[in-house]
């Protein structure tokens, strides 16, 4: 078999995104979840607000570790495998990551101790305004680096000199035309994400009968924030499809898997795409409904994949279902929330118990919706890096063989399907531990002259969350 | 925006320089009392190893994100070439890295497998540290580079020389972990590290004389800079301090002084990374690929330094206060 030094790269690069992904969909979202919970216990004193915070900041310590080793491969991959990419688009990307770098850095060595550790050492009003900056830190590191991913779909404010990218207007690089919906798809999508995790593990609280109170107040706060969210995310998803039908068509059509340019455009539903016989099979099709949601008209035009040379296609069946998963995923959310809101109007939100198991499924939902969302956008990109510039089949290390990727991406596999299922195990233990009753001493390396927590442990199981 | 006609890439290759050598100084220093850890006296004492890094370890290993990141935005040549040269170590560098960082965090949190996470972090530790003297061993070695890319094999880095650096790594972080543990650790404990860094200190020695001697036999326009006369006069003072920081080391590591044994070592990095400055200036990727060559275009450069300029040293006050914070000694049960 001949081994392919590009696709394995693509192979690689997905594997180590798709698990770093993941983590900040969750530690964004959570992120502003402690944030509001801190500032609520400094206004309320209401101590539930903060055996909520306490419990949450133990699994948010947890997953922004695993986000910051998982991170650090991130920029390496840049150099090791795409190094004709960051040859070309370095003078434009590498700024920009610099910052994200940056960002992440002053968060690491600043704010986040204190949250962590210092809640003892330092004012309670200090202590919020910790969580707050770990919240905008979050946030600005997904700025910059959805700007950089923004600009390689839809490059502006560059000069192209002999092959090379060299920044002509900063602005215009950053607030590239598919930017501002990409940052807002992306970070309500987060917020979405964290808001059914904390549902779920709300509904669980509930479910186990132990601390109800806690539970009742999870569920009630996610269940506010997704009214908002998730009607907002379908209006904005629809202006993110609108802004990619402008920039992105050849991607578009290959969520679509529509081959012919049609007028009016037939909704398909579901299809099996036939990319060498350039067809769907078993197509289910709705008339004129593609037309409407696309091109907001009746008979709006959407061009075919044929319009494009071959080489010029992404591939179709993997933007195709992911749509249709992340759409699903969409559909579902709704249909909970929904739910949830006719629920609290009978009263019976927190004793209807396969509703709350129900929570406890979708917990998963988003998380299922950001992977999906992630493979239409990148998968939809090919076959280019750079939109229509650079194609991902000249961006590739040419030092590097098929087997030398094989080799690393076989490392990474097995070093992430050790780390991962430890560290979801290890949440999983703090979420059944449930928001206890915490004692307020100082946690063992708070104090700087740490006490022995692995001593410890063992005869009194339950303390695990002195380990910090 | 107009640029300043000042030129940039002095000021970057100073700002990559100290993140390069704050990382080597700091997490240097963390991955050697992970190499020393398994070899503690019992289960108690290695606690106290532990967490004689544990809340600092994390931000020393972030320099490393600042270092590479800051060769990508200043030096994108320079990041394009060496990386893919380099990139099986790379590559398990940073497998060792990530086992290591978790083994870490889930020690705390796994406590019926502390066991196994003990032996993640030592052995993550140590194919780390031996990964970063690959790479250091290639550096000096050389890239063969075609154009604007590296043009040899993902294999050329593995020869006898690199595997002596990595060797010659391993001592040395091994040296600065000692010396760290020297300074956090009492009664005993601290005895056992003055054991272990008497013995790791003529490893290391032997190491930086070995590499030296290789590296000009190997490169011959190095040795050239180094024994051509005046030069020879004027770089007199690299050898000379090496003998007193050596001296010094080995005196403080006999007792009584608890500072002494990091001292030196720290001395013995600083002036190992400037001889090698030395040697390979003003190039980047050696032997032909200069600081100049491989700089970011000056509007590239110039965008990110706002940011590094302003939060650079914030970063450093802030380290420094977390060191303050957590200084003294570690101590088994003193929790107040």
Redesign the interface.
């Known amino acids: 078999m001949d081994l392919d030094p590009v696709f394995l790269s693509r192979l690689q690069f997905a594997w180590v995104v798709a698990f770093h992904i993941v983590l900040p969909a969750f530690t964004v979202g959570l992120a502003s979840f402690i944030a509001v919970l801190e500032g609520l216990h400094l206004k309320t004193k209401d101590s539930a607000y903060l055996r909520i915070s306490m419990f949450w900041i133990k699994i948010f310590?947890?997953s922004f570790?695993?986000g910051?080793?998982?991170g650090?491969?991130m920029?390496?991959q840049?150099?090791?495998?795409w190094?004709?990419f960051?040859?070309a688009t370095?003078?434009?990307t590498?700024?920009l990551?610099?910052?994200?770098?940056?960002t992440?850095?002053?968060l690491?060595?600043?704010f986040l101790?204190v949250l962590l550790?210092g809640r003892q050492r330092v004012p309670q009003s200090v202590h919020f305004f910790a969580a707050l900056m770990v919240a905008t830190g979050t946030l600005i590191s997904t700025f910059w680096i959805l700007a950089v991913n923004s600009w390689m779909q839809t490059p502006q404010g560059f000069v192209l000199i002999d092959g090379r990218f060299?920044?002509d207007d900063?602005f215009k690089i950053i607030f590239n035309p598919s930017f501002p919906y990409r940052i807002a798809h992306t970070v309500i999508a987060f917020y979405v994400t964290t808001g059914f995790v904390v549902m779920g593990v709300g509904a669980y609280t509930i479910l186990r009968g132990a601390y109800v109170a806690e539970g009742r107040r999870m569920v009630s706060m996610a269940l506010g924030l997704l009214t908002v969210l998730v009607p907002l995310q379908l209006i904005v998803g629809d202006q993110h499809g609108q802004n990619t039908r402008r920039y992105q068509p050849a991607k578009l059509a290959a969520i679509e898997a529509l081959w012919e340019s049609k007028s009016p455009m037939p909704l398909t539903l579901f299809a099996i795409p036939d990319e060498t016989g350039e067809r769907n099979m078993f197509a289910i099709e709705v008339p004129y409904l593609g037309s409407i949601i696309l091109t907001h008209s009746l008979r709006g035009t959407v061009r075919g994949l044929k319009d494009y040379p071959a080489a010029d296609r992404p591939p179709v069946a993997p933007p195709f279902f992911a749509f249709r998963i992340m759409v699903g995923m969409g559909v579902l959310m709704l249909m909970t929330v929904a739910l949830g809101w006719l629920l609290r109007w009978r009263g019976r939100l927190f004793t209807a118990r396969w509703y709350l198991r129900i929570c406890q499924l979708m917990a998963l939902a988003g998380f299922i919706a950001v992977l999906a969302g992630w493979t239409i956008t990148e998968v939809g990109r090919q076959p280019w890096t750079v939109y229509g510039l650079l194609r991902t089949s000249e961006s590739v290390?040419?030092?590097?063989?098929g087997s030398?990727v094989l080799?690393?991406l076989i490392?990474?596999m097995i070093?992430y399907l050790?780390?991962y299922p430890?560290?979801i195990l290890?949440m999983a233990?703090l979420v059944r531990a449930g928001p206890t009753a915490m004692s307020t001493a100082?946690a063992?390396?708070e104090?700087?002259?740490?006490?022995?927590?692995?001593?410890a442990?063992?005869a009194e199981?339950k303390q695990?969350r002195s380990?910090? | 925006m107009s640029l300043p006609a000042v030129d940039l890439v002095g000021i970057w290759a100073a700002v990559l320089a100290l993140a390069l050598f704050m990382y080597v100084l700091l997490d240097g220093f963390d991955l050697g009392v992970g190499i020393l850890y398994v070899f503690a006296p019992d289960s108690a004492s290695r606690s106290l190893v532990i967490h004689s890094i544990a809340p600092v370890w994390d931000g020393n290993e972030t320099w490393l994100v600042l270092g590479g990141i800051g060769l990508f935005a200043a030096f994108p040549l320079a990041f394009a070439i060496i990386t893919p040269a380099v990139y099986f170590p790379i590559s398990v560098m940073l497998l060792g890295l990530i086992f290591r960082g978790v083994s870490f965090e889930f020690r705390f949190k796994d406590a019926s497998r502390s066991g196994y996470w003990n032996y993640g972090f030592f052995g993550g530790s140590v194919i780390a540290t031996f990964a970063q003297g690959l790479v250091l061993g290639a550096f000096v070695q050389g890239f063969q580079v075609e154009g604007r890319h590296f043009s040899g094999s993902s294999f050329d880095f593995l020869t006898p020389f690199t595997i002596f650096t990595g060797l010659a790594l391993i001592a040395g972080y091994a040296l600065l972990g000692a010396g760290w543990l020297i300074l956090k650790t009492e009664g005993p404990l601290q005895q056992w590290a003055r054991g272990l860094a008497k013995r790791i200190f003529w490893l290391f020695m032997a190491a930086i004389v070995l590499v030296s001697v290789l590296t000009a036999q190997m490169q011959p326009a190095v040795a050239a800079r180094w024994f051509s006369w005046p030069n020879m006069l004027y770089l007199s003072p690299a050898p000379v301090a090496t003998l007193a920081l050596a001296v010094w080391a080995w005196r403080s590591i006999k007792g009584p002084s608890e500072f002494g044994t990091f001292g030196a070592t720290v001395g013995l990095f600083l002036v190992s990374y400037i001889g090698l400055a030395i040697s390979l200036w003003p190039n980047i990727v050696p032997p032909s690929i200069s600081l100049w060559d491989a700089a970011a275009s000056p509007k590239s450069q110039a965008f990110l330094l706002v940011g590094v300029l302003f939060l650079l040293p914030v970063i450093l006050i802030y380290s420094g206060w977390s060191y303050f914070v957590f200084r003294g000694k570690v101590r088994a049960e003193t929790h107040d």
């Open positions: 310590a947890i570790g695993m910051v080793v998982s650090l491969v920029p390496f840049f150099g090791t495998n190094s004709r960051s040859d370095s003078n434009v590498a700024p990551l610099g910052y994200e770098g940056l992440a850095f002053f690491e060595a600043g101790g550790f060299f920044p900063w290390s040419p030092s590097l063989t030398d080799l690393t490392g990474y070093v050790i780390v430890t560290g290890l233990r100082a063992p390396i104090s700087g002259l740490p006490a022995q927590p692995i001593l442990l063992p199981p695990e380990a910090p």
